[in-house]
């Protein structure tokens, strides 16, 4: 790539070419004899590891395990980081997802030594103050959802999903009307079909129509008494909202099936709707997307699950209550599905989320899904001449373009992802839904700022320009990072987790 050539390609770029440090791995640094340590001489006599415990008890030694300072792991790791892309860094404009910035006061309240150090196993008398956080949360996120009931145990939105579907298997049971399968739309979340398959049910998939959405008269062609639920998502998966949701639930009911309402994308609506007045049955919360705490990069995440009053019986145990001033953990609840985690959730996620609700208040959490549907559809409608929108209905939090543009001159949705890192922000979903063909999934939410996303946009529009002016560039792109372009496919299939050192 010339010169030129990769100064046209970052023309209007918010990333900056500075020093990299080419960082070797831990296994080629050091030398016999550093430690990071300094200890005293043991006050008690020195015995072999080998006296201690049985032979089969203690591992090989590691050949060529690595001997460093405190400094030599303090640069490597430092070094190592400033390689990665972070929310704190720029945009993530990662839809479906909520990639948000996380307040750093939730991590200051996280990490408030009593709650911080709390042991799960600390009887429920010296245990009041974190109780009444996770009660009062429940009451929040019923407020803000209009659910019934609330169990904050599951700890992710497809831990979630299952809980959820437990519950629905539960109820039906108990009815003596156990039923075989499930109904989802075809641009449900991956998790939906797993989550209704590991509780029994085949799947059924409906198709969205010309809008994108749920076609009323199909379903009420689809549902019969041998169906059990739909697993919707509202918005759906193409961030437009199922203006039919009333006549949808209606139709289920009235086959005696039961609604689940998947809450990934629950940032647009906060505040704003009542879940059980659309006739959903159970919903999910991605405490982790839609309130602002630590996300991605593998967890640690919360998905509460809330239920309307005739599916409260089978809520996971403990179910936190207050009752004569206390608060306590009720498990002798008969028909309950049981425990979805040890203890009572991840409870570091439930602070943050429990903090956030508090910094925002009711007008806050309703502000911040009006800005989140502003900013979605203000790069939608920036964009649209130079990306196609294959569903170009009313949008919410997301806007759902596709290459169908970029194709005609040989640039994929790949293919422009991987150009975008190196104008200094990070891809979008791509190729998901599954219903839109080279599909570009971009969600901004409510924390990015109109100079943030008038630069994301930018280097949107320079990209489609590029595609047809120098379209040759694109496929050794991103040429700014240290690594670019991996075999992902045999990374994914053959990964390398150990290391092997040279003969």
Not at 65 to 82: A, G, I, K
Not at 271 to 284: N, P, R, W, Y
Request: glycine share 8%; proline share 7%.
């Amino acid at each position: 790539m010339t010169e030129s050539t990769r100064q046209q390609s970052n023309s209007s770029s918010t990333a900056m070419k500075g020093l990299v440090f080419d960082e070797p791995l831990l296994f080629e640094m050091g030398s016999p004899g550093r430690a990071a340590y300094s200890l005293p001489k043991c006050d008690v006599p020195e015995v072999e590891l080998e006296a201690l415990l049985p032979e089969g008890e203690i591992r090989d030694p590691i050949k060529s395990f690595p001997e460093l300072t405190e400094l030599d792991v303090v640069r490597h790791f430092t070094r190592l980081s400033q390689w990665n892309f972070s929310i704190d860094t720029n945009f993530y404009p990662l839809g479906s997802c909520t990639m948000k910035y996380n307040p750093k006061i939730n991590e200051v309240t996280a990490a408030l030594p009593g709650f911080a150090q709390h042991h799960p196993y600390t009887p429920e008398a010296l245990s009041q103050g974190s109780l009444q956080l996770m009660f009062e949360l429940q009451e929040y996120l019923k407020e803000i959802s209009g659910m019934a009931h609330v169990s904050l145990q599951p700890a992710a939105g497809a831990h979630g999903e299952l809980a959820g579907m437990l519950m629905i298997h539960a109820y039906l049971a108990k009815q003596g009307a156990q039923r075989k399968k499930i109904i989802l739309p075809d641009s449900a979340h991956g998790t939906n079909p797993a989550s209704a398959a590991l509780c029994g049910y085949s799947v059924v998939q409906i198709q969205s129509d010309e809008r994108g959405l749920i076609d009323p008269a199909k379903l009420e062609s689809m549902m019969d008494e041998d169906t059990a639920a739909i697993m919707l998502t509202n918005p759906n998966t193409l961030g437009m909202f199922e203006t039919d949701i009333i006549k949808i639930t209606e139709i289920v009911h009235n086959k005696g099936g039961l609604v689940y309402c998947d809450g990934a994308n629950l940032n647009a609506v906060m505040g704003k709707t009542k879940m059980d007045a659309m006739g959903i049955d159970v919903l999910h919360f991605n405490l982790h997307k839609t309130f602002s705490t630590p996300h991605g990069g593998g967890g640690p995440g919360a998905g509460p699950v809330g239920v309307i009053d005739k599916l409260e019986p089978y809520l996971p145990v403990p179910v936190i209550e207050h009752t004569d001033g206390r608060y306590k953990l009720n498990s002798d609840r008969p028909d309950s599905v049981g425990k979805m985690k040890a203890f009572f959730g991840n409870f570091g996620i439930l602070v943050r989320a429990y903090t956030y609700i508090r910094s925002l208040g009711p007008e806050g959490i309703k502000l911040a899904a009006e800005m989140a549907v502003l900013n979605a559809n203000y790069i939608k409608a920036s964009l649209q001449e130079q990306y196609h929108l294959p569903y170009d209905g009313p949008s919410l939090h997301e806007a759902v373009f596709n290459d169908k543009h970029q194709l005609k001159h040989k640039v994929s949705t790949m293919d422009i992802a991987k150009m975008l890192i190196d104008y200094g922000f990070h891809p979008p979903t791509v190729y998901f839904p599954l219903i839109v063909k080279g599909a570009l999934m971009i969600e901004p939410t409510e924390t990015e700022s109109k100079e943030t996303i008038d630069g994301f946009i930018e280097a949107m529009k320079d990209i489609a320009r590029q595609a047809e002016s120098s379209p040759g560039i694109f496929h050794d792109a991103p040429y700014m990072p240290v690594a670019s372009r991996p075999d992902e496919t045999t990374a994914a299939r053959s990964p390398k987790l150990r290391w092997k050192p040279s003969a």
